[in-house]
């Protein structure tokens, strides 16, 4: 026991030391990305650099301040998600620093922090493999296998079907050939994949049932098929498909998988050369780096190739899975809000179709998830009652889904996919606004009756929200 | 364990690097280089030290081999987008160092810095000087010169090649966990010297461009150069305060704070046109000797330092332009050799007239033969300064910098080893933790 509490505050220490230089190093990244622009794209004059420099470094503050656990308590006292509270105001962060009138993220330096977002995609990617711990499966009841199913298919093809049908109309033709249209096609699935995704805050609405804990695990679930669809998009459509390699769709996801796979068994080997705090920097760093690097240099998907190396890494027996998972959590938040900076640095508010997307996108989802929620409550198995088939259908969209779209824009540079982004950010922060205007007041309801039942003092009650959160 | 890991390391970025091999380094590229540069040159690192060499040697190898010059790994593109961790690496360096520097405890060799500074690195860029003049028939870039102008260069150019590297000295000295007479007086020595070689080079660059009938304006070189000292030092003091009072009154996320500090003084400063080096140095002197917190400063920096030393380095390896020691081998290795035999014997000169220590006097002139940024950056001004010849002549500068780097960190390392200064960091430790333990326990 006595240890046990050693490796962990040796764990939390490596955590912090990993979390701070990471933290530290973005901006040298963000900075490599900047001078590493040609020559003659970039303007020169001192004070132009000096502000985007200061700009940046106050915006990797803001990023950390808005990690801090402070932060989160008042999101869980205000019960609001990190989407409205940080994620929301660092997009609009990114659309200001656009301005012109700001003038801190020019054209220039926007084409070049493809590096930062690289490395946020990794992270975030390392983060959520890293979640799937092969305990995951463990003790879940028989049937939960077909909600994940269907709870993730039947939105998917809704937001598929619609969106597509959406943009078919957009693009100005309903004929056979722009319905095949491999763009039109790939932004459909894109969508789709993003829909499908929940948050897991949606367990919060069953407070401490014992079901929380089941749905918490089904959103992790439904981040395998998050990544799976991502794969399956970079694979198959591919970005300058004339550049490099020329392989078939299938070939790139044999690639992207063993690109993942051999990251993650080198991880595991460099991680356990690992003697002090400062090498486990080193060795945290370089496997982020070099997993996002490779999959952004082949034109792949970042986080589905860290994913990989993640859920190995999380189920590879060893001391480091705790110092790693610290460390990947803490650094989580930040990271994603850097992420949300630069997506609201690339989103093209002026596209009109990405407007009229957005309305469409959340109803399909809504429809979807519903759908998908009354599917998933008949049948064998695992029976899902109203509370449960509820917190399904209103369910949030989870930071992945945002992920997902921020990959899309670094495969996809091209402005084509700018509508796709539009829908998927816009949709985010409304369905956010939905769900809380829908559930507040359930939700405190729902929670009081939870304690008063077990007879928990709701700082109880709290705890066990965070632990199936 | 490091070999296979460094050949996997490889078999992977070769594989992705063919996919394009010439394109352009895009985003992809510049984080594939990071983390390839990170991973590598730390298991280099650590094979360097399996075979008692330092790990930094590792470090620069790993960049070499992996860089343009050896197997290609790393593009040119690549490389360049990396450079910007040189002067964030400088700046964490200067502050480590600066932070360590107690001025009370140097007193007693301030005397022994100062003559070593003055027989051994101002003797040395004389003799350098007299070495490029008398080296003229094999150096064609001054065929064609007068007599006063070769002069001039002769001594512009003694004064790049003596150029010292207090990152290689305070790398080596936390690696091996070395402290004592020598670490300190090589400390002062290469810190002074760095100003020295500054002041020398605003000088001499500026008579030597009036020889050759370009505008030089004596009172804008001295403006300048007051501006980039007075001003470094002042900003630095400013620095210095900031992290005083975040320090003793925030204290959370200190790490982050610290490296946007140093990021800070290496990308604003330089605009500013001050030395980050300087900067840095200031503000941490000032918090040793100052204030409280130059303990909390040291173990800030600690988590950041050691990834930006290993790219640094390993950036510092990719860059090295072997290439000009196959045009310019033999004038290179001879002002290798004159430069380390000045070196060498004007330390000790210079510490027998200071009457210090006899380690000092037999091994403190190792530490100032390691070259590094500070160097490449002078080469690299010498050639703009000179348009006409200034690239045939950095071949040579370049190449003296390639053939130090390469050498002389084994050299340090070696020395601080054989004077028994290697590890008696830690042991100090130990005996103040001891002396702390006895004081409670009483």
């Known amino acids: 026991m006595h240890h046990r509490g050693r490796l962990t505050g040796s764990g939390a220490a490596a955590a912090r030391a990993v979390a701070a230089s990471v933290a530290a190093l973005l901006p040298a990244l963000a900075m490599a990305s900047v001078d590493g622009a040609p020559a003659a794209a970039v303007p020169d004059a001192p004070e132009v650099v000096i502000k985007t420099i200061l700009a940046m470094l106050l915006l990797v503050g803001l990023a950390y301040l808005g990690g801090h656990p402070r932060v989160q308590a008042w999101e869980e006292k205000l019960r609001v998600s990190q989407v409205i509270t940080a994620g929301f105001p660092f997009v609009l962060l990114g659309l200001v620093?656009?301005?012109?009138?700001?003038?801190?993220?020019?054209?220039?330096?926007?084409?070049?922090?493809?590096?930062?977002?690289?490395?946020?995609?990794?992270?975030?990617?390392?983060?959520?493999?890293?979640?799937?711990?092969?305990?995951?499966?463990?003790?879940?009841?028989?049937?939960?296998?077909?909600?994940?199913?269907?709870a993730t298919s039947i939105p998917f093809a809704c937001v598929v079907g619609l969106t597509g049908f959406a943009l078919l109309s957009i693009s100005g033709g309903l004929g056979e050939a722009a319905a095949r249209a491999p763009a039109l096609v790939r932004d459909a699935?894109?969508?789709?994949?993003?829909?499908a995704m929940t948050a897991k805050t949606s367990a919060r609405l069953l407070g401490t049932a014992g079901s929380a804990s089941v749905l918490s695990r089904v959103a992790r679930i439904e981040e395998l098929a998050g990544v799976l669809g991502l794969a399956a998009v970079a694979a198959y459509f591919r970005p300058h498909a004339d550049v490099g390699w020329q392989l078939p769709g299938t070939a790139w996801l044999l690639v992207t998988v063993g690109l993942g796979a051999t990251l993650g068994l080198l991880a595991y080997a460099m991680l356990s050369t690992a003697r002090s705090r400062p090498e486990f920097v080193v060795l945290t760093l370089g496997t982020v780096s070099f997993g996002a690097g490779a999959a952004s240099y082949l034109h792949l998907s970042p986080i589905v190739v860290t994913f990989i190396a993640g859920a190995l890494l999380a189920n590879f027996p060893g001391t480091h899975r705790a110092r790693l998972g610290a460390a990947l959590h803490r650094l989580e938040r930040p990271v994603y809000l850097l992420s949300l900076f630069a997506i609201g640095a690339v989103w093209d508010v002026a596209d009109w179709r990405g407007w009229v997307l957005i309305p469409i996108f959340t109803a399909a989802r809504f429809i979807g998830k519903r759908l998908g929620a009354n599917a998933a409550a008949g049948g064998h198995g695992v029976l899902l009652g109203p509370r449960e088939r509820e917190a399904l259908a209103v369910a949030p969209m989870g930071p992945l889904a945002i992920a997902i779209?921020?990959?899309?824009?670094?495969?996809?540079?091209?402005?084509?996919?700018?509508?796709?982004?539009?829908?998927?950010?816009?949709?985010a922060i409304l369905t956010e606004v939905a769900v809380q205007l829908v559930t507040h007041g359930k939700l405190s309801t729902l929670e009081r009756r939870a304690g008063a039942?077990?007879?928990?003092?709701?700082?109880?009650?709290?705890?066990?929200?965070?632990?199936?959160? | 364990m490091n070999v296979v890991l460094l050949v996997v390391l490889g078999g992977l970025m070769h594989a992705t690097r063919s996919f394009s091999p010439s394109g352009p380094p895009?985003?992809?590229?510049?984080?594939?280089?990071?983390?390839?540069?990170?991973?590598?040159?730390?298991?280099?690192?650590?094979l360097f030290r399996q075979l008692r060499l330092p790990r930094l040697t590792g470090y620069i190898a790993a960049g070499i081999v992996a860089g343009p010059m050896g197997l290609g790994l790393l593009s040119r593109p690549m490389v360049a987008s990396l450079d910007v961790v040189n002067g964030i690496a400088v700046a964490m360096i200067a502050l480590t160092a600066g932070s360590e520097l107690e001025l009370r405890a140097m007193r007693p060799l301030l005397r022994s810095i100062r003559w070593i500074t003055l027989v051994g690195v101002v003797g040395t860029a004389v003799l350098l000087s007299a070495a490029v003049w008398l080296l003229r028939p094999v150096l064609p870039f001054m065929a064609e010169l007068g007599t006063l102008q070769a002069i001039a260069v002769a001594v512009v150019l003694g004064v790049v090649m003596v150029a010292q590297s207090p990152a290689v000295v305070v790398a080596l000295r936390d690696e091996l966990r070395a402290d004592g007479a020598v670490t300190r007086t090589v400390l002062g020595v290469v810190v002074l010297a760095d100003l020295l070689v500054i002041v020398l080079f605003a000088v001499t660059s500026t008579v030597a461009k009036a020889l050759f009938g370009a505008g030089a304006d004596a009172a804008q070189t001295a403006a300048t150069l007051a501006w980039e000292i007075l001003g470094s030092l002042g900003a630095g003091a400013l620095v210095g305060t900031v992290l005083a009072i975040y320090l003793r009154k925030v204290a959370g996320g200190a790490s982050l704070f610290l490296f946007l500090t140093t990021v800070v003084i290496a990308e604003i400063g330089q605009r500013l046109h001050f030395d980050p080096l300087l900067v840095a140095l200031a503000a941490g002197v000032l918090v040793r000797n100052a204030t409280h917190v130059a303990e909390a400063l040291h173990r800030e920096l600690q988590p950041s330092s050691l990834p930006v030393s290993i790219v640094f380095f390993a950036v510092a390896g990719a860059s090295l332009h072997l290439d000009a020691l196959a045009t310019a081998w033999l004038p290179a290795s001879v002002i290798v050799l004159v430069r380390g035999g000045g070196l060498l014997a004007g330390s000790r000169v210079g510490a027998r007239l200071a009457g210090a220590q006899p380690e000092v006097a037999r091994y403190a002139g190792f530490g100032l033969l390691p070259q590094a940024g500070l160097a490449l950056a002078l080469s690299m001004l010498f050639a703009k300064t000179f348009p006409e010849f200034g690239a045939a002549a950095s071949a040579l500068t370049l190449g003296v910098v390639a053939l130090n780097e390469l050498i002389a960190p084994a050299l340090y390392r070696s020395a601080l080893v054989r004077c028994g200064e290697a590890g008696r960091a830690d042991a100090e430790t130990d005996t103040a933790a001891a002396s702390a333990l006895e004081v409670v326990r009483h």
């Open chain 1, 97 to 150: 620093a656009r301005h012109p009138a700001v003038g801190v993220v020019t054209a220039p330096v926007l084409a070049q922090m493809g590096t930062l977002l690289g490395f946020a995609l990794g992270w975030i990617g390392l983060v959520a493999g890293f979640r799937f711990d092969a305990r995951l499966f463990g003790g879940l009841p028989p049937g939960v296998a077909r909600i994940v199913a269907l």
């Open chain 1, 189 to 195: 699935l894109i969508l789709g994949t993003a829909g």
């Open chain 1, 405 to 427: 779209v921020v990959n899309a824009q670094l495969l996809y540079p091209d402005r084509s996919i700018s509508p796709v982004a539009s829908a998927i950010i816009g949709g």
């Open chain 1, 453 to 469: 039942l077990r007879g928990e003092p709701a700082a109880t009650v709290d705890r066990s929200r965070e632990a199936t959160g």
């Open chain 2, 26 to 46: 895009g985003s992809g590229g510049t984080l594939l280089a990071f983390g390839y540069v990170l991973a590598t040159a730390f298991f280099a690192g650590g």
